[in-house]
């Protein structure tokens, strides 16, 4: 089975809706799963935000945090996350941002891509965040990060179940 598919049934089986916001993956998350038939009822919204501006106005990223951190940093992935979940009625957000190369940016390796995972549960909201360096062509970086995002989402909420930060 398919990680998209596998996805797909894991948020179906915990009445999970989804928003993400992207911004290497430009989409590719929510393209993954809206190939799955039934899907859409499990898609709340998708941002795609490429700009520090666009973050910051449609994600309530501070600029302070792009300022000190970088735009491919966990910090600013966090805080993507939060803001897609806080204008969103969905219980779960994915944000991306990261640098696909084929060079490096502000010394940061390409295929460097920062990954937030946020959960709304009922003992308030959960929030994870990762890098990981991916390597390969733009497009095959690209895909490898949105499939990355996808898979480790159920690993993600079920330590957010557990009442876990990280």
């Known amino acids: 089975?398919?990680?998209?598919?596998?996805?797909?049934?894991?948020?179906?089986?915990?009445?999970?809706?989804?928003?993400?916001?992207?911004?290497?993956?430009?989409?590719?998350?929510?393209?993954?799963?809206?190939?799955?038939?039934?899907?859409?009822?499990?898609?709340?919204?998708?941002?795609?935000?490429?700009?520090?501006?666009?973050?910051?106005?449609?994600?309530?990223?501070?600029?302070?945090?792009?300022?000190?951190?970088?735009?491919?940093?966990?910090?600013?992935?966090?805080?993507?996350?939060?803001?897609?979940?806080?204008?969103?009625?969905?219980?779960?957000?994915v944000a991306t941002t990261g640098i696909l190369g084929p060079e490096d940016v502000d010394g940061i390796p390409a295929g460097t891509i920062c990954f937030a995972w946020a959960f709304q549960t009922e003992r308030g909201c959960n929030l994870f965040s990762r890098e990981h360096r991916f390597f390969g062509t733009r497009s095959e970086v690209q895909l490898q990060a949105a499939r990355f995002a996808l898979e480790q989402l159920p690993q993600f909420h079920r330590r957010a179940l557990d009442g876990e930060r990280g």
């Open 1 to 93: 089975m398919s990680i998209p598919v596998q996805t797909v049934n894991y948020l179906r089986e915990h009445a999970l809706l989804l928003t993400t916001a992207e911004s290497c993956t430009a989409g590719k998350i929510v393209t993954l799963l809206s190939e799955i038939e039934g899907s859409g009822e499990l898609i709340e919204s998708g941002y795609v935000v490429y700009s520090p501006e666009a973050k910051q106005r449609l994600l309530r990223v501070s600029a302070s945090t792009i300022e000190t951190f970088n735009l491919t940093s966990c910090e600013v992935a966090r805080e993507m996350a939060l803001g897609a979940l806080h204008d969103s009625t969905a219980n779960v957000a």
